[in-house]
């Protein structure tokens, strides 16, 4: 047996690089209307392609609604962690949940869960179409420091099976977040379909922020714009998340000027910590 050793000076040890216990992130919750060409509120074949290069401004992009088109929503990111679709093949029976990620940190194994309840195919908001529900997945923003980053689509629509559809999933959203997450410090983002302005929604919403611990970036920085797509955070004892900033980024519309998304796109900028 040959053994071999190498001598080596204290000059040639590698000093360790410090890991992060601070810095900014900015992330994008963005429901980019990708249903197919004439389903969609918007145009999808045309606007995707732009939306994809503008999302590299961020460093975490949460997209609602990217069933047909993801593979021209990927085309242009350079994120280096990014979520692979529900399926592969976008079709009329597998529209899928619509929840992708693109991340400029890594993140573990994605979780996706469908609501348990929808309500319409061609009623209502025809919610039943899709899988709609909420993904989670941990993420690592240095070392050993991770947060619990979940995007959700709540059932839309105001008839009242839509409304007692959305009901039940925010319950089921709850529950599991208090299962899985129980300690850990959160962002949820995505699109709520919560209008805090109307009766059948603030009640849910206030729920929801209290009985998860959620604190809405936009009222904690007095935004004035409330919206149903929103960025809430839960900070942990091993993690502080303050909001910076709150916006909707005026990029994302076409040479004319017009949205590329029947949905503007939100952006908060985050500080985060560890205490």
């Known amino acids: 047996m040959l053994h071999l050793f190498f001598a080596c000076s204290p000059d040639d040890v590698d000093e360790p690089v410090p890991v992060a216990t601070s810095g900014e992130f900015t992330l994008l919750t963005y429901n980019v209307a990708g249903l ?15 939306i994809s290069p503008l999302l590299n401004d961020y460093d975490l992009v949460l997209a609602q609604e990217d069933f047909w088109y993801h ?54 908001a025809s919610d039943c179409l899709a899988t709609k529900g909420f993904s989670m997945a941990l993420t690592t923003l240095a070392g050993e420091t991770a947060v619990d980053v979940y995007n959700l689509h709540a059932e839309a629509g105001s008839c009242e099976a839509d409304i ?10 709850v529950d599991a977040i208090a299962s ?9 983002a995505g699109d ?18 209290s009985k998860v611990g959620l604190t809405d970036a936009c009222r904690d920085l007095e935004c004035g714009d409330e919206r149903i797509d929103r960025v ?25 000027g017009n949205d590329l998304s029947d949905h503007e796109p939100v952006a908060v900028r985050f500080h985060w910590a560890v205490p």
């Open 164 to 173: 007692d559809a959305r009901n039940a999933g925010l319950e089921q959203f």
């Open 192 to 209: 709520t379909n919560l209008h805090s302005d109307k009766a059948y929604d603030s009640v849910p919403l206030e729920n929801l922020l």
């Open 180 to 188: 899985h997450s129980p300690e850990q410090a959160l962002i949820v």
């Open 71 to 124: 593979n021209e929503l990927a085309a242009n990111t350079t994120h280096p962690h990014q979520s692979d679709p529900m399926w592969d093949t976008p079709a009329a029976d597998k529209m899928g949940d619509g929840l992708n990620r693109f991340s400029s940190f890594a993140f573990g194994d994605l979780t996706r869960v469908q609501w348990v309840a929808c309500n319409g195919f061609t009623d209502c």
């Open 232 to 256: 809430m955070f839960r900070n942990s004892p091993s993690l502080t998340l303050t909001p910076l900033e709150w916006s909707i980024p005026p990029e994302f519309v076409d040479a004319e």
């Open 36 to 50: 197919p060409e004439g389903l969609s509120h918007s145009h999808p074949e045309a606007n995707t392609p732009q």
